[in-house]
């Protein structure tokens, strides 16, 4: 009860648990003055318990938190000192594991990993645990000035070094950020290296306030936010208000499948100043990895490069999917690096699907992170943006568009346009030119991916990922986090070329909600007009055949080589001008 003073463990440590047959509210401090490794260990039992008094003893009297099949609240806008936390069950027949942070502070400082989610024992699809970290009106701080490298290959420790909070690792864990805030130096969702069973699954949330990962002091830590680690793990982010910060190097689907999926909010990609190369966004990598970004809504600020396809082995799959009346995805003055053409023969995809809102970058990039290797290996990727829609607003001046460094000029990145359109905002900026063409969409495209039925009891938001004999389709989940359940599929880019097409439903190649789902086509050709805009230049320097009108909204189209217009094509001239000499312009 109030005014009772300090509950304190003694040298040898403290175990305390809830034994009651209802919920037990603490409004005493806890003292935890045990010994290094015997401190005090907080045990809810079987029963809801709220600790509200705080924490006397600071970082030198640390708690152990252990929350299995029970809920643990932490309020009453006191401070608590934590060492180590785990929401997990080693029990698959106990509950849900919950812990609740509620008008409270938390600090966890220290060299440590943090869990929700996460049991040592290998779970199959039939007995993995839930767990679930909701914070709301509260500040979680958990940071670490020091600094390790990366752990050895083939360890045994399938986690990084320092400060991480590590959600979903052989099992489900959830960490919802509903108001105040989280800090930490990593964020870990969905990791395992298990080679049976069903993956890791972490769902990452973020409802209101905002989520930082700050990275660490030194060039050997820079991956601050890391979405879907190692090969079995599959791990996603949901964000649908307030911010979430990564100050380091973000992967998603690098290690192993990462979706982020933004509806709303602003999600910020930035450079920490003491962490050398930080401040890039990664998708897709290493061991078939797959990363998808699916921006409905909101913004999202990447202040150094975009690299899709981080891989030289492994047929990594990666997308950006930008589709909302005002959504910005913002790259600055950088190019998106698509790396189709990896090495050792691999077929990895990248793919940019526009239908609504604005992508602001330099252009689009294909080459290799190895660029000292036999180019004449990198064969058989495919890189595209693929226009229905929206925007691309150029962020540099001097630069070709849809650049391609490979021996094999096949395997570029290339530009398709469909029904919706295309629409460059040159933006003031004078110089830049496409040597690859605008290519209207043929044949058929994927018109609708036709659930039969919602799908129930989805815990991570899954990619959709389509395959056929076409290239270019992207699509989507209508994803409700709270119900877990998927209503539907969205097709941002129909894609072109298509006969016959099949979508899988899935958060990796081994945790599959649903295959085979059959897939609508619809016939390409209508629409299809080019729209240049904003003052400043642009050059085609390839013959385009984009199947619509031309349509000039300010600066100047400049052609830059003969039948650079499609021979069908209607000059709309609403601002603007068209510059070419007598041999370049169209009879």
């Known amino acids: 009860d109030d005014g009772l003073g300090v509950l304190a463990a003694a040298e040898g440590g403290l175990e305390f648990k809830n034994c009651s047959t209802g919920g037990l509210t603490v409004n005493a401090a806890l003292d935890a003055s045990g010994a290094e490794g015997k401190r005090t260990t ?20 640390a708690l152990d938190l252990a929350v299995a099949g029970s809920t643990l609240k932490l309020t009453g806008g006191k401070t608590f000192d934590i060492a180590s936390l785990n929401v997990l069950s080693n029990d698959a027949t106990l509950a849900e594991s919950t812990l609740v942070v509620d008008g409270a502070n938390v600090r966890a400082s220290g060299t440590n990993e943090l869990y929700v989610g996460y049991t040592r024992a290998f ?40 400060s991480a909070l590590c959600v979903g690792g052989r099992s489900v864990g959830v960490l919802e950020v509903r108001d105040g805030g989280v800090i930490t130096n990593r964020l870990i969702a969905g990791g395992s290296f298990q080679t049976y069973g069903d993956p890791a699954l972490g769902l990452v949330r ?41 100050l380091g190097t973000a992967n998603v689907g690098v290690y192993g499948h990462g979706t982020f999926h933004q509806t709303g909010g602003t999600a910020l990609f930035r450079c920490n100043v003491n962490t050398q190369g930080s401040g ?33 082995s492994g047929d990594a799959t990666c997308q950006i999917a930008v589709d909302g009346e005002d959504a910005l995805f913002d790259n ?28 602001r970058c330099a252009g689009f990039y294909a080459n290799s992170q190895y660029p000292t290797k036999d180019r004449s290996v990198w064969t058989n990727g495919i890189g595209a943006v693929v226009f229905n829609g929206g925007t691309l607003r150029l962020g540099d001046s001097g630069k070709d568009v849809f650049k391609c460094d490979c021996v094999n000029d096949a395997y570029g990145v290339d530009a398709y346009v469909c029904e919706g359109g ?23 495209g994927v018109a609708s991916v036709d659930l039969a039925e919602p799908l129930e009891n989805v815990l991570s938001v899954p990619q959709v990922i389509i395959t056929g004999d076409g290239t270019g389709a992207v699509a989507v989940v209508e994803y409700d986090a709270d119900a877990k359940r998927v209503s539907g599929v969205r097709i941002v880019t129909p894609g072109s070329g298509y006969t016959s097409a099949t979508a899988k439903i899935c958060h990796s190649q081994n945790s599959v909600v649903k295959s085979g789902v059959p897939c609508t086509l619809g016939q390409n050709g209508a629409g299809q007009d080019f729209t240049k805009k904003g003052e400043g230049d642009f050059t085609f320097m390839a013959e385009n055949t984009y199947g619509g009108k031309t349509i000039l909204e300010g600066g100047t189209l400049v052609l830059g080589v003969p039948n650079a217009l499609p021979a069908t094509t209607t000059i709309v001239p609403r601002g603007g001008v068209i510059e070419a000499t007598a041999d370049n312009f169209p009879a």
């Open 42 to 61: 907080v045990l809810p039992g079987g029963n809801e318990t709220t600790l509200a008094g705080g924490t006397t003893g600071g970082e030198a009297k």
């Open 123 to 162: 779970k199959t699809a039939s007995d993995r645990v839930f767990a679930r970290m909701v914070v709301t009106n509260a500040l979680w701080c958990h940071t670490s000035v020091t600094n390790k490298s990366f752990p050895q290959r083939g360890s045994g420790v399938d986690y990084y070094a320092d």
């Open 206 to 246: 973020v409802v209101g306030g905002e989520l930082a990962t700050l990275g660490a002091n030194g060039d050997n830590y820079q991956d601050s936010t890391v979405i879907g680690w190692r090969s079995y793990g599959a791990g996603s982010v949901c964000l649908e208000r307030g911010r979430f910060v990564s």
């Open 280 to 312: 890039y966004l990664r998708l897709g990598g290493s061991n078939t990895g797959s990363g998808f970004y699916s921006l409905l809504g909101g913004t999202a600020i990447v202040s150094n490069q975009i690299g899709m396809a981080y891989t030289y």
């Open 332 to 359: 600055v003055n950088k190019r998106v690096l698509m790396n189709p053409n990896v090495y050792n023969g691999s077929k990895s995809r990248a793919t940019v699907g526009l239908r609504r809102g604005t992508f």
């Open 422 to 444: 295309a629409t460059v905002d040159t933006d003031g900026k004078t110089g830049n030119f496409s040597t690859r063409p605008f290519a209207g969409a043929t044949g058929s």
